[in-house]
């Protein structure tokens, strides 16, 4: 496993550019409805699923891991 000072600077020479909606266009940025933004994030999640080689995860909703956390008032 590699440390968080080498993780920080292989991210250094990652592409990024900065924009805002407004060039939108110029980026290639994808806007779609709610449903079709879900869908592509759903084909996502199957292909990432399928490169790792594990298991497709088949726990129900309210077996799923996780836990809730509480903004204090």
């Known amino acids: 496993m590699t440390s968080k ?17 407004a060039q939108e266009d110029d ?3 994808v806007a ?11 084909r996502l999640t199957q292909d990432a699923w ?7 995860p088949t726990y129900s909703r309210g077996d799923m ?3 809730l956390i509480r903004r204090a008032e």
């Open 5 to 21: 000072a080498e993780r920080a600077a292989a991210r250094r020479s990652w592409p990024v550019r900065k924009t805002t909606l």
């Open 27 to 29: 980026v290639g940025l």
């Open 32 to 42: 779609g409805t709610p449903s079709e933004l879900v869908a592509m994030v759903w």
């Open 50 to 56: 399928a490169m790792s080689g594990a298991p497709y």
């Open 65 to 67: 891991p996780g836990r």
